[in-house]
Each structure stands twice: as C-alpha cells, then as structure tokens.
C-alpha cells in the first residue's frame, strides 16, 4: 500500500497533508476508547509498543512486491485490531510506517501522509464493523471464518480503494494508470483470501493465553464479552 513516488506530486499532495491530520484525530479517537475502557494508559502503551514493532516487521520482513500504483503488502490490520484493540492498533500503523520510513525507506517520507491516511480510515472503518457483525457476548477468540472473512476485506478492501483514489487523484484516468490500479486490486486479493486464515490462527493461539486474559497487553475483548 505504499504509493509510489511520483503518483501524487506537487501542489496535489498538499490534500494528504489534511487527511492525515484527519487520520490521526481518528487514531486519537480510538486511542481515548482505549485509556478509557480498556486499561487505561498503561495498557495502551504497552500494547502501542507491540502492534508498532509488529508492522515494522509487517513492513520490512514479511513477503512485500509492487504492483501497479504500490506495493502488496501483508499488513493484517484485522489481526491487530482483534489482538490489541482499534488504539494500540491505529498507533502502531502510523508508527511502524514513520519507523521504516525514516530508517529504510526515506524516498517514502513524502508519501507518508498519503499512505498513513490509507491504513487508518480503514482500521476505523473496521473497528465500526465489528462491533456491528460480531454480537455483543461473542468474545474475539470465538469468531467465525465469515466474520474474520469480513473484517479483512473491508479492512483490505479500504487499503484498494484509498490506493486507487490517490492514483485517480494524482494521475488522471489514463488506460495507462487505470490498469496499474487494476492490477495492484487484483493481487490485493491474495492479501484478502489469506489474512482470514492468519486471523484465525492467531486466534486460535490466544485462546491459550485465558489464564492471563486480564493481562493489559491483551485487548479485553479478545477473551470477555463486550461491557
């Protein structure tokens, strides 16, 4: 989902600037929910400090290609919502691409507003679906395949859209530039089809952990139902 150099330029990036300065008042958001239903600072920090060292490795050691318009990457973004919680996730989007920006990947710098508003409208998105599809006395680690399915397209699927907004945005309709937004989508789908299954192996493994499911590393609502 990193946007190449170049798609957006000039006075046009201007508009990233304003929606991350928007991207970051919904991490806030979140990141409030979290300080006051979900441990408080202490627990946002700590798992703040997992979910950033976890995209950081998102980013640099997991399988990334580029497509089109981007890169492909495996960002699980649903994984860490339902392990940590919408806060320490959106906190750890932002900061794990600021990290490999300013340490592997400075050429992205520019592109950082760009690319911080593509993985966290998505996440807020998600985080508003969830409650929504998963019941109330449902805990995370009981999730279906269906509703795991669902997170990670909308998820997924918002990381295709905002790509190809920018794309649209920055260069124009072009045959040229439509069929390399075209192609990036289509090996999106990879991404969507397998980080269900990551989603709930991960699952899967955190139901090992109940004995320390008061553990403020962990969000609540991975093994209670919702208050």
Same mark, same amino acid.
């Given at each position: 989902?990193?946007? =190449?150099?170049?798609?957006?330029? #000039?006075?046009?990036?201007? %508009?990233?600037? &304003?929606?991350?300065? +928007?991207?970051? !008042? *919904? /991490? ?42 981007? =890169?492909?990457?495996?960002?699980? #973004?649903?994984?860490?919502? %339902?392990?940590? &919680?919408?806060?320490? +996730?959106?906190? !750890? *989007? /932002? ?53 795991? %399915? ?10 295709? /859209? ?66």
């Amino acid at each position: 989902m990193h946007i =190449e150099a170049g798609v957006v330029d #000039g006075a046009k990036i201007v %508009l990233s600037y &304003g929606t991350a300065v +928007a991207s970051f !008042g *919904l /991490a806030a958001k979140m990141a409030l929910d979290t300080v006051r239903n979900d441990g408080g600072i202490t627990a946002l920090a700590m798992r703040s400090v997992a979910t950033t060292a976890l995209v950081f490795c998102f980013f640099e050691i997991m399988p990334h290609y580029p497509v089109g318009v981007s =890169e492909v990457h495996f960002i699980l #973004g649903s994984t860490l919502y %339902l392990i940590f &919680g919408a806060g320490p +996730a959106a906190i !750890g *989007l /932002a900061a794990g691409l600021l990290v490999q920006g300013l340490f592997f990947a400075p050429f992205d710098l520019p592109q950082y507003g760009i690319n911080v508003t593509t993985l966290l409208v998505p996440l807020w998105a998600l985080s508003h679906l969830a409650k929504r599809i998963i019941p109330a006395r449902t805990p995370y680690v009981d999730v279906k395949y269906w509703q795991a %399915l669902a997170l990670s397209t909308a998820y997924q699927g918002g990381i295709v /859209a905002w790509v190809a907004f920018w794309a649209f945005y920055g260069s124009g309709f072009g045959v040229e530039n439509m069929t390399a937004v075209g192609s990036f989508g289509a090996a999106y789908m990879t991404v969507i089809i397998l980080e269900p299954l990551a989603d709930l192996a991960v699952l899967a493994g955190a139901k090992t952990l109940a004995p320390f499911a008061k553990n403020p590393m962990l969000y609540r609502r991975l093994h209670h139902a919702a208050s």
